[in-house]
C-alpha cells in the first residue's frame, strides 16, 4: 500500500455492538455525516490519523445480523462489500463485536470473512467481562477465526491503539482462508461451477451476487448472464442458503465451546441479580406460582364474559335460522349440528389467547427460560421436561392449549409423555360437571368447624388429577421406548421486554392451528352426536304425536309439554338406544342408561353432561317446581330400585369417572395433530378410560 493513499476502512457489526462509539473514538472530531445515494440513511465517514502518520478513512456501516440483507440499511453493507469499483472499497473490514452476544456476532463475521477482503475483528465491550462473568481466550480465538483479534472497550478506550496498528498493517493481513468453506460441505459440483463463472470473484461474492439477486455491473454480460442462470432454482438456493446457516453456526458452537466460558454464577449485572432471585431455591418457586395464580385467575375472569357472548351469539343464530328456514331436516342439520359444532371449536378461542398470550410474553421476556431451569431437574425426574410445567398447569384451563403448548419441549419423548398425561389436570370442562355432583352428593358441612366440605371434595379433585399425571408421567417414562436426544441447554436469553409483533403473531398462530386442526374434528364429531341425538327408529318419530293428543298431557303448559316430548325423543333416539345398550356395561359403576346417554354425549365436550341430563329429566319433570336440573337430579329415583339415583355412591364413581376418562374429542384432535399419529389419541382414549372405568368401580363398590 502507498503511503500517500488513505487506507479505506469499514466498520461491520450487529446493532448495539458499539460500531458508533468505536467510529468516534477512532477519529474523534473528523466526522462528517452524508448521505448513501438515493436512500435517506446516514453514511457517516471520518478520518483517523494512524500511529505511522499515515490516514485511514474509517466508514460507520448501519447495524446487521448478516449479508442477507432484510431491510434497506442491511443492503446498504451488502452493497459496499460488492461495489469492488467504489472509491471506499474497503482495504480492511473492522467487524464489531460484542462480550455479550459473541455467537450472534460470529455469524456475521465469518460471512464477511469469506468474502476474503482482510478482516480485523474487535471484540467490543471488554470493560464488562467480570460484571458478566465471561472469560475469551484471545489467543486460541484468534487462532482459530484466522483473523487479527483484539478485545477493546469503545467506552474505557481500550485497545484502540492496537485497532489502529492493526489496520496500518492491513496489507499484512492474509486474505485467503474463507472460514466455512462453503462448497466442500453442502455441494462441490455446484459450487466449482459457480466459482468458474469469474475470475475476479471470490466464490463467496459470487454466492451472495446470486442469492442476493445483486448482481454489480462491473460484471461482463456473459457473467451476468452465468449467474441469473444459478437463480433459476430457486428452491436450490434457499436449501443451500439455510445448509450454509446451519454450516456456519456449528462451526461458530465448536470454536466457541474451546474459547469463550460464561459463568453466570459469578455475574453482578443486573441479569444476574434478576436470576438470582428467579431461580431461588424458594423465592424461585413462589414467585413462579404467584405468576401462575395471577394467569389462571385472569384466563378465568377475562374469557367468562367472551365465552358468554359467543355461547349466546351461537344459541341466538340457531333460533334465527330455525325461524326463518323452512322447517326440515337440512334446517336441523344447520341450527342443531352445524351451527353449535361451529360454536363449540369458537368457545375454546378466548381461553387459547389468553393463555398463549401470557405464555408468549413470558417467553419472550426470557422469563419463561428461567421456570425451565428451575423445575427442569424435578420434572426429569418424571421423564418430563421443566417445559413441561406450562401444559401440566395450562391444562387446568383447557387441554387443547395446553398440548399444543407442548411445543416448546425440545425432546420427543419428553414431549410425548407431556401430551400424554396433560389431560389429566382438571380442565375448566370438568368444572360444571364437578359443581353439580359435589353439590348433590357430599353434604354441605364445614371440616373442623371452618373448612367446607364440597371445597375440599373440589380441590381434592383438582389434587388427584395432578397426581395421576405425574405418576402416569413417571409410569410412561418407564415404558415408553422412544429414541430422542434430549440435551438441556442451560444458555438462557437475556431479560428483555417482550416485542408486541412478536407476542401477536404468536397467538395469533396458534389460535388459528387450533381452529383449523382441532375444529375441524370437533365439528364433524358434533354433528355425528347431534344426528344420533336427534333421530331414531319409528318410536321416535312418534313421540311427538303420542304426547300431544295424550289427554293425560292436557294440564301441562305449553313449555312443559315440548321439555317432556324432548326429553322422550332424546330416549328414544339412536343415542338413547345406545345410552341403554351400554347400561350393562356401566350398571357395575352404578349408573343407569340415563347417565350413560350423558357419558355418550359428553364425548364432544365434558360439560355437555349437565345439557343432556337435564334434557333427559325433563320427561318426570311435572308441574311441580323442581325446574332446576339439580332438583331434578336430587329427586331422580331408580325405578329398579325405588332408591334415590344420585346417592353418594354414584356421585363418587362419577367424580372419578370424569377425573380420569378422556371425555374429550377437541383433546384427541389436537394430540392427533400434534403426534402426526391416531395411535398416540388412542392410546390415551382407551387407557384413560380403562383406568376411569377401573377406578369409579373401586369407588362405587367402597361407597356402597
Ligand atoms: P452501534 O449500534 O453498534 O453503533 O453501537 P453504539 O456505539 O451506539 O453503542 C451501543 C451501546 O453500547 C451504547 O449505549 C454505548 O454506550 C454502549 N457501549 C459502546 N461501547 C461500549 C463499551 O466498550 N463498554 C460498554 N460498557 N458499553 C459500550
Ligand atoms: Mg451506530
Not at 378 to 395: E, T
Not at 467 to 473: F, G, P, Y
Not at 521 to 549: C, H, M, Q, R, T
Amino acid at each position: 500500500m502507498e503511503k500517500s493513499k488513505p487506507i479505506q476502512v469499514a466498520l461491520i457489526g450487529n446493532p448495539n455492538t458499539g460500531k458508533t462509539s468505536l467510529f468516534n473514538q477512532l477519529t474523534g472530531l473528523n466526522q462528517k455525516v452524508g448521505n448513501y445515494p438515493g436512500i435517506t440513511v446516514d453514511k457517516k465517514q471520518g478520518a483517523c490519523k494512524l500511529l505511522n502518520n499515515q490516514t485511514a478513512i474509517i466508514t460507520d456501516l448501519p447495524g446487521t445480523y448478516s449479508i442477507n440483507p432484510t431491510s434497506v440499511d442491511e443492503s446498504i453493507v451488502l452493497k459496499s462489500l460488492l461495489t469492488t469499483e467504489d472509491k471506499n472499497y474497503p482495504d480492511v473490514i473492522v467487524v464489531v463485536a460484542d462480550i455479550e452476544n459473541l455467537k450472534r456476532n460470529l455469524f456475521l463475521f465469518s460471512q464477511v470473512k469469506d468474502l476474503e477482503i482482510p478482516i480485523i475483528l474487535a471484540i467490543n465491550m471488554s470493560d464488562q467481562l467480570d460484571r458478566k462473568g465471561i472469560s475469551i481466550d484471545v489467543e486460541t480465538l484468534k487462532k482459530e477465526l484466522k483473523t487479527e483479534t483484539i478485545l477493546i472497550s469503545a467506552r474505557k478506550n481500550e485497545g484502540i491503539d492496537k485497532v489502529k496498528m492493526a489496520i496500518e498493517n492491513c496489507a499484512e493481513i492474509s486474505k485467503a482462508h474463507p472460514l466455512c468453506s462453503i462448497n466442500h460441505k453442502i455441494d462441490e459440483d455446484y459450487f466449482e461451477r459457480l466459482k468458474a463463472v469469474s475470475t475476479n470473484h471470490t466464490l463467496y461474492e459470487l454466492w451472495l451476487m446470486v442469492t442476493q439477486n445483486n448482481i454489480p455491473d462491473s460484471l461482463s454480460e456473459i457473467e451476468k448472464q452465468k449467474l441469473i442462470e444459478f437463480r433459476q432454482d430457486v428452491s436450490k438456493l434457499k436449501r443451500y442458503q439455510h445448509k450454509e446457516t446451519i454450516h456456519r453456526y456449528q462451526q461458530i458452537n465448536e470454536i466457541l465451546k474451546r474459547t469463550y466460558i460464561v459463568d453466570r454464577s459469578k455475574a453482578k449485572d443486573l441479569r444476574a441479580k434478576l436470576d438470582r432471585v428467579f431461580t431461588h431455591k424458594i423465592f424461585g418457586y413462589v414467585i413462579f406460582f404467584g405468576i401462575l395464580l395471577l394467569i389462571f385467575q385472569s384466563i378465568f375472569d377475562w374469557a367468562s364474559t367472551p365465552m358468554d357472548l359467543i355461547d349466546s351469539a351461537f344459541a341466538n343464530l340457531s333460533t334465527l335460522i330455525k325461524g326463518e328456514l323452512t322447517p326440515g331436516i337440512l334446517t336441523n342439520l344447520i341450527a342443531d349440528g352445524i351451527i353449535p359444532g361451529i360454536g363449540g371449536v369458537v368457545i375454546f378461542i378466548p381461553q387459547i389467547a389468553i393463555l398463549f398470550l401470557f405464555v408468549a410474553i413470558l417467553e419472550e421476556t426470557g422469563y419463561m427460560s428461567r421456570v425451565v431451569f428451575l423445575m427442569d431437574k424435578i420434572m426429569r425426574r418424571y421423564g418430563m421436561s421443566g417445559k413441561s410445567v406450562i401444559p401440566l398447569i395450562s391444562g387446568t384451563a383447557c387441554a387443547i392449549p395446553a398440548v399444543m403448548a407442548t411445543r416448546t419441549i425440545s425432546g420427543w419423548k419428553e414431549r410425548l409423555i407431556t401430551i400424554l398425561v396433560t389431560p389429566f389436570t382438571t380442565c375448566s370442562a370438568r368444572l360444571p360437571v364437578y359443581a353439580i355432583l359435589i353439590s348433590l352428593v357430599i353434604p354441605d358441612k364445614k371440616l373442623f368447624g371452618y373448612f367446607s366440605l364440597q371445597g375440599f371434595t373440589l380441590l381434592s379433585l383438582y389434587a388427584l388429577g395432578f397426581a395421576t399425571a405425574i405418576v402416569s408421567a413417571f409410569l410412561l417414562h418407564k415404558i415408553i421406548k422412544v429414541k430422542s436426544a434430549s440435551f438441556f441447554v442451560a444458555e438462557m436469553p437475556n431479560y428483555k421486554i417482550p416485542s408486541l409483533k412478536n407476542v401477536v403473531f404468536n397467538v395469533i398462530e396458534k389460535t388459528k392451528a387450533f381452529v383449523l386442526g382441532a375444529g375441524k374434528i370437533i365439528l364433524a364429531i358434533s354433528i355425528v352426536l347431534w344426528f344420533l341425538a336427534s333421530n331414531g327408529p319409528a318410536s321416535y318419530k312418534n313421540v311427538e304425536k303420542d304426547n300431544i293428543e295424550n289427554t293425560a298431557n292436557a294440564n301441562l303448559l305449553a313449555e312443559e309439554l315440548q321439555q317432556k316430548i324432548a326429553g322422550l325423543k332424546l330416549e328414544k333416539s339412536y343415542i338413547g338406544i345406545m345410552g341403554k345398550a351400554i347400561e350393562p356395561v356401566i350398571k357395575p359403576l352404578g349408573y343407569d342408561w340415563k347417565i350413560g346417554i350423558a357419558l355418550i354425549s359428553s364425548f364432544a365436550a365434558r360439560e355437555v353432561f349437565v345439557g343432556t341430563l337435564a334434557t333427559i329429566y325433563s320427561v318426570e319433570s311435572g308441574t311441580d317446581n323442581t325446574s332446576t336440573i339439580k332438583e331434578k337430579m336430587r329427586v331422580e329415583v331408580n325405578p329398579e330400585t325405588g332408591q334415590k339415583t344420585f346417592t353418594l355412591p354414584v356421585g363418587m364413581s362419577l367424580l372419578i369417572f370424569y377425573a380420569f376418562a378422556m371425555q374429550c374429542v377437541g383433546t384427541l384432535a389436537v394430540v392427533k395433530r400434534e403426534t402426526k399419529s391416531w395411535k398416540w389419541p388412542l392410546a390415551q382414549l382407551f387407557g384413560m378410560g380403562i383406568l376411569a372405568y377401573a377406578a369409579a368401580f373401586v369407588t362405587f363398590t367402597i361407597f356402597s
